[in-house]
């Protein structure tokens, strides 16, 4: 008895002036390659030649992936079973000769986990893996399609062990998964494996939970505890859910790496994270939960031409990325005050640690600048849409509060684009600036030209008192502390801490003689020592006393140095103090029960 089960996931193609059917076969068996086999066959193709296409972006990625360089052995047969000649164009390109009598193609496609490559490496939500008990499919990354044919329906297949089981959100019917148009394959994660599974209803809508755990710590039930709470805050947030199904799909190993996470998509998402026990992951993993799952409302519901049906061909960057994802991650943490996961004093916590992280990024960067250099020169900055893209859409929300005396914030406009537009009808990439403001008031316009066009500080101080809290961006202690120099670390596409923003002039810099693109290797006090992304630099950093000896090991092009500087002494500098104002007025007290509850 063959102990793999095949079962057949339907993508078959059949566009209006097409009779293309495909079918994909996708080999998860070959554990000890870490790759994928994949075999399509096709009928119907009328011309003498055509393009396969790998993508070179895809949704939510905001980066550069070019699958095509993870694509092998690519090869066309003829219904006879002769091969047909075949060129590689470009990266992500092949052009098929003779294609009118193309019946099959096969190629292998390398897992992105452990991939050999190490430029614009995949980040694992992303990605592909292939393991001894475990797979992971992000379609994008395996299958191409027919140029010309992406908006048609496909028909795929799954080889794998027999033990395993399956989770995706595609449709089903007796074993074979139905895909609408390649973009819809591509939103739709497959996690395969010994997978543990939970489901439950929500006013109508079923919610499955899929969990690999590496050493069987995390189970989909205990998970499941969590995102019920999630999706119930949600249906509150939004007065009902606007899908009928939404599956999570998890999976938790010991060793992530720097990068944790999650991607969206339309009814599902995937997420990649650190294997502990539950109660510790929680907080993480519920607040990726909460952001992941208001994407049912933008992209999936509000969107412009960019998105769908989406270039995968060429990246286009939309410069509504503070829509897509900063104001998704601001109503995570607004449906988490409002549906009472976290309380006030932890909500406070949360817009504190934004602030200060977002300290890390420039200033001068607005989000429209961020959103259409994402791909290219600006894309160190994007992470900064969770940061202050979210700051900006919580002021939004107050600033319309405000003018519509506690009505309308950003939440009933957010519903009334979802219902004006949904996930069929697009919105103007160019006028929805000037159509949110129609919607809305005038003095909105100032607003997106002042905060999301240009890079004006928030209007942090005046708003948050309106809601009866007291923000200072900086209060000095009088208490100090070592100097260890000033600058900022990044973590770079081949997982290496590098130094940016190096301040040339600071004293302890010119010491260490520190430069922007060093990698950090380790750093050394007293008879200690820490690997970054090993071991707690930060820990041992903060060790450091005023007046005392402290090296850095680095890596400048192919010569290791050891950087060594005497720590100066620096005044604490508490930044980003928000509480809640004494004796609050009447009117303060009121915007924040509006603000901070479901209206």
């Not at 929680?282 to 992209?299: G, K, N, R, S």
């Not at 990024?361 to 894309?379: H, M």
């Amino acid at each position: 008895m063959s102990i793999f089960l095949i079962l057949t996931l339907a993508v078959s193609i059949h566009a209006a002036n097409s009779k293309l059917e495909l079918k994909y076969e996708i080999d998860v068996t070959k554990i000890e390659s870490d790759s994928f086999d994949v075999t399509m066959t096709v009928k119907g193709i009328m011309s003498d030649s055509i393009v396969y296409q790998f993508i070179a972006t895809s949704p939510g990625m905001y980066a550069v992936a070019d699958a095509g360089r993870f694509v092998g052995s690519f090869k066309a047969f003829s219904t006879s079973g002769a091969e047909l000649p075949v060129y590689r164009s470009s990266t992500n390109q092949y052009l098929i000769r003779n294609s009118i009598q193309l019946a099959k193609i096969t190629y292998r496609v390398e897992d992105t986990y452990d991939t050999a490559i190490k430029e614009n490496l995949i980040g694992p939500m992303g990605g592909t893996n292939i393991e001894r008990d475990n797979a992971v499919i992000n379609s994008q990354m395996v299958v191409g399609y027919f140029k010309g044919y992406q908006t048609n329906p496909m028909q795929v297949t799954f080889r794998y062990p027999k033990d395993w089981k399956i989770a995706t959100a595609l449709p089903e019917k007796k074993g074979v998964y139905y895909a609408d148009s390649f973009d819809h394959l591509v939103d739709s994660p497959v996690l395969l494996g010994k997978l543990t599974e939970a489901s439950l209803k929500v006013r109508g809508a079923r919610i499955d939970v899929y969990c690999y755990s590496e050493y069987d710590v995390i189970h989909a039930d205990s998970v499941m505890s969590y995102m019920k709470g999630i999706i119930e805050s949600a249906d509150k947030f939004l007065n009902g859910l606007p899908v009928n199904r939404f599956v999570f799909l998890f999976h938790f190993r010991k060793n992530t790496g720097p990068i944790i996470g999650a991607l969206e998509h339309n009814y599902s998402s995937y997420f990649y994270m650190q294997e502990n026990p539950v109660s510790q992951v929680a907080p993480l993993m519920t607040a990726f939960a909460a952001h992941e799952f208001f994407h049912i409302v933008t992209p999936l519901n509000i969107h412009s031409e960019l998105i769908e049906p989406y270039n995968f061909e060429k990246p286009l960057p939309s410069q509504h990325l503070w829509l897509y994802e900063g104001v998704t991650e601001w109503a995570q943490m607004m449906m988490r005050v409002c549906g009472g996961l976290i309380d006030q004093q932890q909500f406070l916590g949360v817009i504190t640690q934004k602030l200060k992280i977002s300290d890390g990024f420039r200033k001068d960067v607005s989000l429209q600048e961020l959103s259409l250099g994402s791909y290219g020169e600006l894309n160190s900055q994007y992470q900064n849409i969770y940061y202050k893209g979210a700051l900006t859409a919580m002021i939004l929300d107050m600033k319309l509060l405000e003018l519509s005396k506690g009505k309308t914030g950003l939440r009933e406009i957010i519903k009334k684009l979802s219902k004006k537009y949904g996930p069929k009808k697009t919105f103007s990439e160019k006028n929805f600036f000037d159509e949110f403001v129609a919607m809305t008031y005038p003095e909105i316009a100032d607003f997106f030209e002042r905060y999301v066009k240009k890079a004006e500080p928030l209007p942090l101080k005046e708003y948050l008192a309106k809601a009866g809290f007291d923000y200072n961006a900086e209060i000095r202690t009088g208490q100090y502390k070592a100097d260890t120099g000033k600058f900022a670390l990044t973590v770079s596409g081949e997982n290496q801490v590098v130094f940016i923003q190096v301040d040339t002039a600071h004293a302890v810099n010119r010491q260490l003689g520190v430069q922007n693109g060093d990698i950090m290797l380790k750093v050394k006090y007293q008879d200690q020592e820490a690997v970054p992304l090993v071991q707690n630099v930060i820990q041992l950093v903060n060790s450091i006393q005023t007046d005392s000896m402290f090296s850095i090991v680095i890596k400048r092009g192919d010569q290791e140095k050891v950087l060594t500087a005497k720590a100066g002494k620096k005044e604490i500098v508490e930044t980003h103090k928000l509480v809640p104002i004494e004796n609050s007025s009447k009117e303060q007290l009121e915007f924040r029960k509006k603000w901070l509850s479901n209206r």
